[in-house]
Nanobody
Framework: QGQLVESGGGLVQPGGSLRLSCTAS????????MGWFRQAPGKDREFVAT????????AYADSVKGRFAISRDNVNNTVSLQMNTLKPDDTAVYYC??????????????????WGQGTQVTVSS
């Protein structure tokens, strides 16, 4: 049974940066696609970024492309999301997720079997 724990959320001013981290335990996710999703109050959970098992293939939502960067460290079983030039619309709870073993990167929330508890990101002046 694998577990994912996010950290790094907080309050930041518009234009600022934050780095989210997700640490996996209980099993290795080195052969799983990993992703970041977010959910704002009253809205559905939406895709933010995903990365394949090798770390080479990545994909982003159009709303964050050029501002966010996803990366992973399979040795330490972590995945990170560097968020730059943050906007108030980025305010949400951010979730780390992992697909089943052998499944690659994915934009579809239904393809993820493991989820963290979420970390709040608030962008406000």
């Amino acid at each position: 049974q694998g577990q994912l724990v996010e950290s790094g959320g907080g309050l930041v001013q518009p234009g600022g940066s934050l780095r989210l981290s997700c640490t996996a335990s209980g099993r290795t996710f080195s052969s799983s696609g990993m992703g970041w999703f977010r959910q704002a109050p009253g809205k559905d959970r939406e895709f933010v970024a995903t990365i394949g098992w090798s770390g080479i293939n990545v994909a982003y939502a159009d709303s964050v492309k050029g501002r966010f960067a996803i990366s992973r460290d399979n040795v330490n079983n972590t995945v990170s999301l560097q968020m730059n030039t943050l906007k108030p619309d980025d305010t949400a709870v951010y979730y780390c997720a992992a697909t089943r073993s052998g499944y690659g990167l994915s934009r579809d929330v239904r393809n993820y079997d493991y989820w963290g508890q979420g970390t709040q990101v608030t962008v406000s002046s």
